[in-house]
């Protein structure tokens, strides 16, 4: 019987393998429950061309005095951040890597609003 963090990281591989075989820039999710992680790495998988998390301070002002980084608001914050600085290192087209999660919720919320913010994928 696999826990539930093995059948999640399963799930995960096969992606990560079709992602790898493209050869482009991947824009990885990682959940907590208190916060949410984002990066772009790069296609050869050598290189981490932009991150962001609820766990930075800026976000975190952004966010308001309860500063929650487990909800759906703090999602987009992150999602728009790290699409800003993807473009600033000069990456267009991503694909992007839910890492096992499901696409519902906070991992549909960043993902939409990097979307919005000018990343394809």
Known sequence: MLSKKEQRLRRARQTRIRIANQGVARLTVNRTNLHIYASVISGDGS???????????????????????GNVAAAQVVGKRVAEKAKAAGIEKVAFDRAGFAYHGRVKALAEAAREAGLQF
């Open 47 to 69: 290189k981490v061309l932009a991150t962001a998390s609820t766990s930075e301070a800026e976000v975190r002002q952004a966010l308001g005095a309860s500063g929650k980084g």
